[in-house]
Nanobody, 123 residues
């Protein structure tokens, strides 16, 4: 079993930046693809960014591409999401997920999820 704990969310003004962290414990973190999803009130969970187990490949939603960077530190069992030029529409609960997945953006394929961290972007 893998436990995932997100942190780094908060309230930020439009145009600002945040770095989210997801710390993993209890499993083989370095063997999993890690991704970030988000869910806004009344909307379905949507893919944000993903990174392969080695960190060699990353994939981004068009909604955040060019404004966000996903990275991981396998020595620290942690994955990060650095977000810049935040917009009010980025407001959501952000979740990290772990799994042995082929396609990053399918939430059903992930085995483990964190509890989420709230990101609120004010206009």
């Amino acid at each position: 079993q893998v436990q995932l704990v997100e942190s780094g969310g908060g309230l930020v003004q439009a145009g600002g930046s945040l770095r989210l962290s997801c710390a993993a414990s209890g499993g083989s973190f370095r063997t999993y693809t890690m991704s970030w999803f988000r869910q806004a009130p009344g909307k379905e969970r949507e893919f944000v960014a993903g990174i392969t187990f080695s960190g060699s490949t990353t994939y981004y939603s068009n909604l955040v591409k060019g404004r966000s960077t996903i990275s991981r530190d396998n020595a620290k069992n942690t994955v990060y999401l650095q977000m810049h030029r935040l917009k009010p529409e980025d407001t959501a609960v952000y979740y990290c997920a772990a799994g042995a997945v082929t396609f990053f953006d399918t939430p059903e394929k992930y085995d483990y999820w964190g509890q989420g961290t709230q990101v609120t972007v004010s206009s």
